[in-house]
Structures are given as C-alpha cells and as structure tokens.
C-alpha cells in the first residue's frame, strides 16, 4: 500500500475516481491529505464526505513562494505521504516539492505527451487538426508537463468535435488510467530510465490505431 497526498484547486473529478477505486478495492492506496491552494475547492467537499483529512494554504499568507511551498511539503511529510498526487492543482511545482519527493509526484495531463504541453490543450488539438488525442500520466520533473510517462491512453478527435465535447472524452480516460498508474507505483513495478518508464510484467497491443478508417484498395 502507498500512501497519497492528493494536490487539488477545482472539482477533483480525478480525487475522485482515485477515492472510488480505493473504496472498490481496486487501488491499494490510502489518502493520508487531501490539499489545497483554494478553499472553495469542490475537491475539499468530496474529500469531507469520505471523511478524508485535508488541509488549506493560502499563498497570500506567505511570504514567497518558497515558504508556501516548505510549509506545504512539511503538511504532506508529517501526514506520512509517500507518493504526491497531482489533482487539478493550479500552481506549478517547485524545487521544494521535487526535492522532498524525487520522482514521486504524478501528474496526468490531457493530451498524448509531448504534443501540446502547458494549457487549453483540447483547443489545440481541434484546432490542429490532430486525428488522435488523449491523456498522460507522468512523473513531474522541473519542465512543464515533461517529465516521464508512465501510462497513456488515447482516443479518437472527430470532425465534429468541439473542445468541449473532446475534453469529456479524454476525461473518462483519465479516470480509468490515474488510478492504474498509482496502483503500479504501490506495486512497485514502475523504474525510471533516463526519459523512460518501464512497467514490469507490462504489455502492450501491437495493433495499429487509425483514424478515419478508411477503405481504398
């Protein structure tokens, strides 16, 4: 079992499918803190009614961003996190953070990493006219959405889709996938290679994606 420090700003669709696959005996995790930057989170609300411990730091009652980021870690140390899980948190993870918990924060991200790191990613995959699209979760380093992947999951873009419609597409996968990639983490069967993560006893479908399929010979 691993135990998990939930970063959270909005909704936390995400803390949720993790709490779901917990309670359903899917995930051998425990939520030790769920933690915020936002105290109208609606993350903070879910986390109440599992009756989940949670914490609120405001930045304005810090000095710099470095003491705000050592207070936060030492909530996440004295809660006996192992593993750091990035939820919809709105504040970029700094140096504090990473050097509490080397390659032990996770972060998903709607879009097949590396294409389209950063913000309003779905708009920019319609936009570009991409015919795949998807969601990654990764280990956090010091780049923006760079760090190494550890699982992906991929849909299809349609030509009607809206960016809106794209993102509830994506996010059905990263309720499926997060979970998944924490589980291998508790398992132990996840070792970092440079840029590369290696799943033990993992597999992959050979199979080519294609999209539109279409038929000409």
């Known amino acids: 079992m691993v135990n998990l420090g939930i970063l959270v700003s909005g909704g936390g669709t995400n803390l949720q499918a993790i709490i779901d696959s917990i309670e359903a005996n899917r ?3 425990s939520i030790r803190l769920v933690f915020s930057n936002n105290p109208n989170a609606y993350a903070l609300d879910r986390a109440r009614r599992h009756g989940l411990p949670s914490k609120v730091l405001l930045k304005e009652d810090f000095p710099s961003r470095e003491a705000y980021d050592n207070e936060a870690v030492k ?3 004295d809660s006996g996190v192992e ?5 919809g948190f709105m504040r970029l993870i700094t140096k504090p953070f990473l050097d509490a ?3 032990r924060i996770m972060n998903i991200h709607p879009s097949l990493l590396p294409s389209f790191p950063g913000l309003d990613v779905q708009k920019k995959a319609v936009e570009w006219g991409v015919k795949f699209s998807g969601c990654t979760v990764h280990f956090v380093d010091e780049g923006l959405d760079s760090g190494p992947i550890i699982i992906q999951a991929v849909v299809p873009v349609l030509e009607d889709d809206t960016p809106e419609i794209l993102s509830q597409r994506i996010l059905k996968e990263e309720h499926r996938i997060y979970p998944q990639a924490i589980q291998l ?5 996840l070792e970092v290679k440079g840029r590369r993560v290696f799943v033990r006893d993992g597999h992959a479908d050979a199979g080519p994606l294609e999209n539109p399929r279409v038929t000409i010979f």
């Open 27 to 29: 995930l051998d995790a």
């Open 75 to 77: 909530a996440l140390k």
């Open 83 to 87: 593993l750091v899980i990035l939820a």
């Open 101 to 103: 918990f080397p390659m």
């Open 185 to 189: 983490f508790s398992e132990g069967r």
